[in-house]
């Protein structure tokens, strides 16, 4: 310590730099607000992703910062608050339960941009975004028509709310195009991450007889249970092959990296503006994993011509006619459920057993 | 076997795999508390015990190392427990809530790296001859150690409470600290022994979870068991053979509720998820009744701090 003193006006130099380096980028800070933990390998984990990529995009520019496992409801009010209090200028709350204090934070922060997934509650500042995963589950439900031995689909699925109930329905649809005899065997776990239950779940539809497990969860345990007991499995909004390298027949993968990035730009750029994006395949919100090796070439050739079709719009997994659970003709042929009916499903179209829970 | 036989085989296995993890948690918090110590680290424990027994299964590459390695890391959960609550002789309730964040905290702070790998899940290993009898066979004798572990331990236990001098010694110093200490027996070794126990338990519990219930690691996979377990030891009255009782009630409505649900069954699962707990508070309000028979089915010096005066 020969020059203490220089060293010291050195230090000062620096954070002087720094500080005047924080003033000129005018750092963007973006928030996230997950329902699971970013340790799920599902739907929070592909969430975290896409934030990952805005750190990647933007570097220093942008500054990210998340909390996870937030349970929907009264607490989720409370973090949101806390993140838009904390100078967050961008903000998304990645759960269909959080819609409610995201409004009501919103409407305290009007400064603040908030994006909420899978709701339809939106004002100025606050928009929503989701992905039609119901064309990954229609592609899906071609190919488990073609497979399933038993002629049972059994689905793990969540909550009854209609972005469930649209994608047990599209696997219904599409699994009776090309099967009628394929039925659709639901149980609702009443939780987005239970690995146990989800896992006994799956146990109980196997017993039941089903031969193809989707699931509507966030935990690779459904897909596990197939692995272990030999049918067939789906991944949830990633590649989960890792956990079933057999029996994954594909995975629906969730990609948020472009929609975020997009966004955050929007915010540098000062022309954020509230809308509901809801994007597919087309988009590449919606990605389809790699088939499986083992299932057959002529089924594999079924379901991508179903996602080409979806792609170029001359097909789409809700056109009619669209039949509910009591034979009732909810659209005739020749029309498509448009996305404020998509949105609000909450009916069973034939094909699926047992009455959907209110 | 017809088919209706062979559903409600699977239905009970299933349950089988479903009460275990709750077993041993509950039956361990059950010693615990028996000495007077309450612990409500459990969920924190079990997480703790998951997360180490995947690791320890992973790294090894031999699932009963990660059995081993469960137990171990949620003993240690609970020295640490005992050593704020019995030597640092801090709140017991505010402890153990702490316990079980950490443990949240922790387990997936460990477990990072081990997300998305899966191991080899304990193999079962029936009874020869007799795991050969149909239907009753594969039901009672073709299992996983952990689950003959627990059944026994069941017994075992009961033994040692009710018919052992040692349980005597336990349930006294769980019922009265002061005369315990007073007649000279080591009071604060004793309760940091329970508390051990239990975290071992609540260790093998997490165990179960990540080697065989659901052979992966994943956050907060418990996914409240541990509460369970806590609610499952005043259902029980702090008594092992109606933990095992109320383990299988407990699995058993979680089962045959999705059981039910797959067959078309129109009750709502809400209600039947809701009744183990409302049996649990129907309980309660039993031996609360009065003064006699709390103090004839409860631990008297439950949750409060001991110190020994010379």
Same mark, same amino acid.
């Given at each position: 310590?020969?020059?203490?003193?220089?060293?010291?006006?050195?230090?000062?130099?620096?954070?002087? $730099?720094?500080?005047?380096?924080?003033?000129?980028?005018?750092?963007?800070? &973006?928030?996230?607000? +997950?329902?699971?933990?970013?340790?799920?390998?599902?739907?929070?984990?592909?969430? /975290?992703?896409?934030?990952?990529?805005?750190?990647?995009?933007?570097?220093?520019?942008?500054?990210?910062?998340?909390?996870?496992?937030?349970?929907?409801?009264?607490?989720?009010?409370?973090?949101?608050?806390?993140?838009?209090?904390?100078?967050?200028?961008? *903000?998304?709350?990645?759960? #269909? @339960?959080?819609?409610?204090?995201?409004?009501?934070?919103?409407?305290?922060?009007?400064?603040?941009?908030?994006?909420?997934?899978?709701?339809?509650?939106?004002?100025?500042?606050?928009?929503? #975004?989701? @992905?039609?995963? +119901?064309?990954? =589950?229609?592609?899906?439900?071609?190919?488990?028509?073609?497979?399933?031995?038993?002629?049972?689909?059994?689905?793990?699925?969540?909550?009854? *709310?209609?972005?469930?109930? =649209?994608?047990?329905?599209?696997?219904?649809?599409?699994?009776?195009? &090309?099967?009628?005899?394929?039925? &659709?065997?639901?149980?609702?776990?009443?939780?987005?991450?239970?690995?146990?239950?989800?896992?006994?779940?799956?146990?109980?539809?196997? /017993?039941?007889?089903?031969?193809?497990? !989707?699931?509507?969860?966030?935990?690779?345990?459904?897909?596990?249970?197939?692995?272990?007991?030999?049918?067939? $499995?789906?991944?949830?909004?990633?590649?989960?092959?890792?956990?079933?390298?057999?029996?994954?027949?594909?995975?629906?993968?969730?990609?948020?990296?472009?929609?975020?990035?997009?966004?955050?730009?929007?915010? *540098?750029?000062?022309?954020?503006?509230?809308?509901?994006?809801?994007?597919?395949?087309?988009?590449?919100?919606?990605?389809?994993?790699?088939?499986?090796?083992?299932?057959?070439?002529?089924?594999?050739? %079924?379901?991508?011509?179903?996602?080409?079709?979806?792609?170029?719009?001359? !097909?789409?997994?809700?056109?009619?006619?669209?039949?509910?659970?009591?034979?009732?003709?909810? *659209?005739?042929?020749?029309?498509?459920?448009?996305?404020?009916?998509?949105?609000?499903?909450?009916?069973?179209?034939?094909?699926?057993?047992?009455?959907?829970?209110? | 076997?017809?088919?209706?036989?062979?559903?409600?085989?699977?239905?009970?296995?299933?349950?089988?795999?479903?009460?275990?993890?709750?077993?041993?948690?509950?039956?361990?918090?059950?010693?615990?508390?028996?000495?007077?110590?309450?612990?409500?680290?459990?969920?924190?424990?079990?997480?703790?015990?998951?997360?180490?027994?995947?690791? $320890?299964? !992973?790294?090894?590459?031999?699932?009963?190392?990660?059995?081993?390695?469960?137990?171990?890391?949620?003993?240690?959960?609970?020295?640490?427990?005992?050593?704020?609550?019995?030597?640092?002789?801090?709140?017991?309730? %505010?402890?153990?809530?702490?316990?079980?964040?950490?443990?949240?905290?922790?387990?997936?702070?460990?477990?990072?790296?081990?997300?998305?790998?899966?191991?080899?899940?304990?193999?079962?290993?029936?009874?020869?001859?007799?795991?050969?009898?149909?239907?009753?066979?594969?039901?009672?004798?073709?299992?996983?150690?952990?689950?003959?572990?627990?059944? %026994?331990? &069941?017994?075992?236990?009961?033994?040692?409470?009710?018919?052992?001098?040692?349980?005597?010694?336990?349930?006294?110093?769980?019922?009265?600290?002061?005369?315990?200490?007073?007649?000279?027996?080591?009071?604060?070794?004793?309760?940091?022994?329970?508390?051990?126990?239990?975290?071992?338990?609540?260790?093998?519990?997490?165990? +179960?979870?990540?080697?065989?219930?659901?052979?992966?690691?994943?956050?907060?996979?418990?996914?409240? =068991?541990?509460?369970?377990?806590?609610?499952?030891?005043?259902?029980?009255?702090?008594?092992?053979?109606?933990?095992?009782?109320?383990?299988?009630?407990?699995?058993?409505?979680?089962?045959?509720?999705?059981?039910?649900?797959?067959?078309?069954?129109?009750?709502?699962?809400? #209600?039947?998820?809701?009744?183990? +707990? !409302?049996?649990?508070?129907?309980?309660?309000?039993?031996?609360?009744?009065?003064?006699?028979?709390?103090?004839?089915?409860?631990?008297?010096?439950? $949750?409060?701090?001991?110190?020994?005066?010379?």
């Amino acid at each position: 310590m020969k020059h203490p003193f220089k060293k010291i006006v050195g230090i000062a130099a620096t954070v002087a $730099g720094l500080a005047i380096a924080g003033q000129s980028m005018a750092e963007t800070k &973006v928030g996230f607000v +997950y329902v699971g933990p970013v340790g799920d390998h599902g739907w929070t984990y592909r969430h /975290d992703i896409g934030r990952q990529a805005i750190e990647d995009k933007f570097g220093d520019q942008v500054k990210t910062t998340y909390v996870e496992s937030v349970k929907e409801g009264p607490d989720a009010e409370r973090v949101v608050r806390k993140m838009a209090a904390s100078g967050h200028d961008l *903000i998304f709350t990645t759960s #269909f @339960g959080f819609m409610n204090p995201t409004l009501k934070v919103a409407k305290k922060f009007p400064k603040v941009k908030f994006e909420h997934a899978t709701g339809y509650k939106r004002v100025k500042n606050m928009s929503t #975004f989701a @992905g039609r995963f +119901y064309e990954g =589950r229609y592609v899906v439900g071609t190919a488990a028509g073609h497979m399933t031995k038993s002629n049972i689909i059994g689905y793990v699925a969540s909550f009854p *709310i209609p972005e469930v109930v =649209r994608g047990i329905n599209a696997v219904a649809r599409s699994a009776r195009a &090309v099967n009628p005899d394929a039925t &659709v065997k639901v149980v609702w776990v009443n939780s987005w991450y239970d690995p146990g239950k989800e896992a006994d779940a799956a146990k109980t539809l196997i /017993d039941q007889g089903a031969d193809i497990i !989707l699931q509507h969860t966030d935990s690779p345990a459904p897909l596990q249970v197939a692995e272990q007991r030999g049918v067939w $499995g789906v991944g949830q909004a990633s590649d989960m092959s890792s956990y079933a390298p057999n029996n994954q027949l594909t995975a629906i993968i969730d990609n948020w990296d472009q929609y975020y990035i997009e966004r955050t730009q929007a915010v *540098i750029d000062g022309n954020w503006k509230s809308g509901d994006t809801w994007g597919g395949i087309k988009s590449g919100m919606v990605e389809m994993a790699p088939w499986n090796d083992a299932v057959p070439a002529d089924v594999v050739a %079924a379901a991508e011509k179903v996602q080409k079709a979806i792609v170029d719009g001359s !097909l789409h997994p809700f056109q009619g006619p669209v039949i509910n659970q009591n034979g009732e003709q909810v *659209i005739p042929a020749g029309e498509v459920l448009d996305d404020g009916a998509l949105s609000g499903m909450n009916y069973y179209v034939q094909g699926v057993e047992g009455s959907l829970p209110k | 076997m017809s088919d209706s036989m062979t559903i409600l085989l699977a239905a009970s296995l299933t349950i089988i795999g479903a009460a275990t993890p709750l077993l041993f948690a509950a039956l361990g918090e059950l010693i615990t508390e028996r000495s007077g110590v309450l612990n409500l680290g459990v969920e924190g424990m079990m997480l703790i015990g998951a997360v180490s027994a995947f690791a $320890g299964a !992973l790294i090894t590459g031999n699932t009963y190392i990660g059995v081993l390695c469960g137990a171990f890391a949620g003993m240690l959960m609970a020295l640490l427990h005992g050593y704020l609550t019995l030597t640092l002789m801090t709140n017991q309730v %505010a402890t153990g809530l702490s316990i079980t964040i950490f443990g949240v905290g922790l387990s997936a702070l460990i477990g990072l790296e081990f997300v998305g790998v899966t191991v080899e899940p304990l193999s079962n290993l029936p009874v020869p001859l007799l795991s050969e009898i149909p239907f009753f066979g594969t039901l009672l004798f073709d299992h996983n150690l952990l689950v003959y572990l627990s059944v %026994a331990l &069941v017994f075992g236990l009961s033994f040692f409470i009710f018919k052992t001098r040692g349980g005597l010694i336990l349930r006294a110093v769980g019922d009265s600290p002061e005369s315990s200490h007073a007649l000279g027996y080591p009071v604060i070794k004793i309760r940091y022994m329970a508390l051990m126990f239990g975290g071992l338990m609540a260790g093998l519990g997490g165990a +179960y979870l990540s080697l065989i219930y659901t052979p992966m690691w994943s956050e907060n996979m418990t996914a409240g =068991r541990g509460w369970v377990a806590l609610a499952l030891v005043v259902f029980a009255t702090w008594k092992p053979w109606r933990v095992l009782l109320g383990a299988y009630m407990f699995g058993g409505v979680t089962i045959l509720q999705l059981h039910g649900q797959g067959f078309g069954l129109d009750i709502p699962s809400q #209600f039947l998820s809701m009744l183990p +707990y !409302l049996a649990t508070i129907l309980v309660l309000v039993l031996i609360s009744r009065d003064r006699l028979k709390l103090r004839e089915n409860s631990p008297a010096s439950l $949750g409060r701090t001991f110190r020994p005066t010379a």
